[in-house]
């Protein structure tokens, strides 16, 4: 192998390595509560530990909740998580102040 090619392979391995997520479908368990000043959601994941640089995508949560419903129900959860470096990262630039704002949507 000449130079070029053994660094186009590294270059390679490492970007499917940075890349490389595994994924998982859990059940979890939704609250929700609705009231003319807020609006409260959490979701509790049933046997996974979520940590820095993973993503969470919730299946089946309701669309609509009206105002003054309480309602718990179950769902199904993909669960990404992120690889080690990509971890690290998420880790460093946490802990230097350098934060991203959180998306949260709810689409019917």
Known sequence: ?????MAGTAALALAAW???RRRSEVACTIDLQSTPTMFHA??????????EGDEVLVHGAPAR???GEVRT??????VQHASW???VLTRVLGTSGITELYEVGFEG
């Open 1 to 5: 192998m000449n130079g070029w090619t």
């Open 73 to 78: 129900l179950q769902a199904t959860a993909t």
């Open 18 to 20: 940075w890349a490389y």
């Open 42 to 51: 959490h979701v509790e994941l049933d046997g996974v530990e979520v940590n």
């Open 65 to 67: 909740v009206a105002i």
């Open 85 to 87: 470096p990509r971890r």
